[in-house]
Structure formats: C-alpha cells, structure tokens
T-cell receptor, first 113, second 110 residues
Framework: DTEVTQTPKHLVMGMTNKKSLKCEQH?????MYWYKQKAKKPPELMFV???????INESVPSRFSPECPNSSLLNLHLHALQPEDSALYLC????????????FGPGTRLTVT | DAKTTQPNSMESNEEEPVHLPCNHS???????IHWYRQLPSQGPEYVIH???SNVNNRMASLAIAEDRKSSTLILHRATLRDAAVYYC???????????FGQGTTLQVKP
C-alpha cells in the first residue's frame, strides 16, 4: 500500500466553525507533512512531524493546529479561519525526514465562507 | 532558503524529448535538487533527485551543471500523460523541507 489518504475531499466552513482534516498512511513512514496550495501556486510547507513530534512549524498562524496521534495518522485542526485560508491542503509522508521521496495525498479542498 | 527559477510554460510534441530548465544560483553545498510533478487534481509526485552528479531513473534524467547553479530535467519521450506542472525543488540536506519553485506547466501536443 503506497497510498496517502486524506479526508474529507472537500470542506466548506464558516469563519466561526471548528473542523479537522485527516491524513492517513500505512507505509510505516515516520515523517509526515502538511502543505498549503493556493490556486495556480506551488505548495508551501506548513508543518513537519518526525516520529510523532513536531519538528518544523513554518510560522503558521495558531488558527491551524496540527496533531500526530500515532505514526499513521496526521490531523490538522482548524478554528476561526479567514476566507484567505481557502486552499488545497496537502498531506505527505516519507520514511524519514531526510528521505528523498515524499508521497503526497490528493488533498482536501477547503473553502472558508 | 535558496530559491529556484523556472519558465512558466513549455510545449512539446508527443514522443519527442523535453528539456525542462531550472536555475538555482543561490544553492548551498548541502542542498539536494528534486523534481516533482503535479497532474491535474492530484498531489505532487516524485520524479527524480540529485546532489552533484547526473542521475537517471525510469521516469527521467537529471542533468546538473558543474557549478550546481542550474539543472535540467529531461523526459526522453514525452507522452500525453506527461502533461503536468513540473516543480524544481531544493531540499536542505539535513531536513525534509521541500522548497518549491513556481513550476513549469508542460503541454504535450499529439
């Protein structure tokens, strides 16, 4: 199984809502990542987890809260988002952080109204 | 962080070779050069990577300039399924941090 799955595929939320994005992999990878991709722009790294510990936070606003409850699962908790946070949120995993290949999921398309 | 510069778009004919250039003049000695591609409605997909020497795999070849300030991704025979955005990326050697360039949109004509 070389797949990274993300749920939901699409999410529409109001600025006062709390929601969560979920990412799962069963490849035994110990590094997991969240990226944000605006339309017609490249992905931008948000967070890196290594062995379930947060190792990189790219100065992401606190309204985005990552969580890695176990080595297969990565969550992104969303609270009080702004319309400009609307984007495609991509999850990726790799055997370790210094591995040459990251496996990306298909993303969650988030719209904030 | 060092940055990469790529042409916005390129066109190719099917079954012909494609050379996708990338400039990274501020690359540091420990930065790896990666290429990923993103097909429509999908997440990025690893293509190839290298540090100093040219590299070949089943998907493509990577030619790295001697001074490492530029590189070229070579698709030997483009197919319609190769139409995608190709990203040239630098990765600091001791991290998993992928620093994406703006990408080149490759159009393949039959």
């Amino acid at each position: 199984d070389t797949e990274v799955t993300q749920t939901p595929k699409h999410l529409v939320m109001g600025m006062t809502n709390k929601k969560s994005l979920k990412c799962e992999q069963h490849m035994g990878h110990r590094a997991m990542y969240w990226y944000k991709q605006k339309a017609k722009k490249p992905p931008e790294l948000m967070f890196v987890y290594s062995y379930e510990k947060l190792s990189i936070n790219e100065s992401v606003p606190s309204r985005f809260s990552p969580e890695c409850p176990n080595s297969s699962l990565l969550n992104l908790h969303l609270h009080a988002l702004q319309p400009e946070d609307s984007a495609l949120y991509l999850c990726a995993s790799s055997p370790r952080t210094v591995s040459y290949e990251q496996y990306f999921g298909p993303g969650t398309r988030l719209t904030v109204t | 962080d060092a940055k990469t510069t790529q042409p916005n778009s390129m066109e190719s004919n099917e079954e012909e070779p494609v050379h996708l250039p990338c400039n990274h003049s501020t690359i540091s000695g420990t930065d790896y050069i990666h290429w990923y591609r993103q097909l429509p409605s999908q997440g990025p997909e690893y293509v190839i990577h290298g540090l100093t020497s040219n590299v070949n795999n089943r998907m493509a070849s990577l030619a790295i300039a001697e001074d490492r300030k530029s590189s070229t991704l070579i698709l030997h025979r483009a197919t319609l399924r190769d139409a995608a955005v190709y990203y040239c990326i630098l990765r600091p050697g001791n991290t998993g941090k992928l620093i994406f360039g703006q990408g080149t949109t490759l159009q393949v004509k039959p």
